[in-house]
């Protein structure tokens, strides 16, 4: 297979895993998409600060 070929077969599964969007597209679609999961970024925080009071209260435990 010639380099060549090869480009013209990384395009074409570049584009289809784009689904026909351009870079640029793909780009902002998924920037979009990260800022309206707002719900879910607070509950990682949330899923977090359970953890770290946990891990904090073990400490003090072992500490004692």
Do not use: C, P
Request: zero cysteines.
């Amino acid at each position: 297979m010639s380099d060549k070929e090869i480009d013209n077969d990384a395009e074409r599964m570049l584009q289809a895993a784009l689904g026909g969007m351009t870079a640029t597209e793909a780009l902002i679609a998924q920037t979009r998409a990260e800022r309206e999961d707002v719900a879910g970024r607070a509950a990682a925080i949330a899923k977090n600060r359970e953890r770290a009071l946990r891990l904090l209260e073990a400490l003090e435990k072992s500490g004692d």
